[in-house]
DNA sequence: CTGAATCCGCGCGGATACTG
DNA sequence: CAGTATCCGCGCGGATTCAG
């Protein structure tokens, strides 16, 4: 089997996979996740830049789709707690790989662009 | 190595990546090219729902990341063929991990937006 | 502290027409 | 066949304000 063909049915896992994280934010946080629950306030500072907007629909969209749960504390100040599920958490060694990739072709890519852009 | 502790590192290596193929076309370009050559309008049946200018604009995106070439055939009329690099052939592994993936879960995952949708 | 709601500018992307 | 150019609507996302 795969002998170089690509079936249509990858296609569609992959789209699926990105449209699940493949938004700015969404693989920024669950890397965050990934190192334990954190807090809404620890997210926003982890993720330099981030919108408050941007980072609440990003963690929306995450629990909507069971990468994320959200636990509430009932306390005084409030508590918020996020934490990948565990079928999240499997998505690290694909990302792992992904990002081997990057870092072996990294060099290759920048100055590919360059050369584009100048010419 | 790698103890659950998510370097910053891999928060950059893996936007890059996404920045490169995260579009809503160039997956299923990359996907097409490993595959073989393609000429432009054979892209454009393949990737049902492409407008010319996207496909236009996705294929200079990956071009000038060198994640494609561009061989234009001096005839009449016109030929061009889009190729994929041998760097971007290696994103063929990995990417095929997030594909298992979302194979593995994608029923949980269509389910658990579902129960969000609704509750 | 953890959001939701509103306003608004800007860029993405579709439709269309034109060119080598 | 293989694009480019132009126009334009719409949604993404920032800034700000209000709420539990």
Known sequence: ????????????SL?????LVGDKWAIRVLIQ?????????????????????????TLRGLERNSLVTRKVYPEVPPRVEYTMTPHAAELDEPLHALSAWAAK???????????????
Do not use: T
């Open 1 to 12: 089997m795969d002998d170089g063909e690509v079936l249509p049915a990858e296609m569609c």
């Open 15 to 19: 789209r699926e996979v990105l449209d």
């Open 105 to 119: 072709h990294r060099a290759k890519v920048s100055a590919a662009r360059q050369a584009f852009d100048v010419g």
């Open 33 to 57: 996740l990934g190192d334990g629950p954190r807090r809404f306030s620890e997210l926003e500072r982890a993720l330099a830049g981030v919108s408050r907007r941007m980072l609440s629909l």
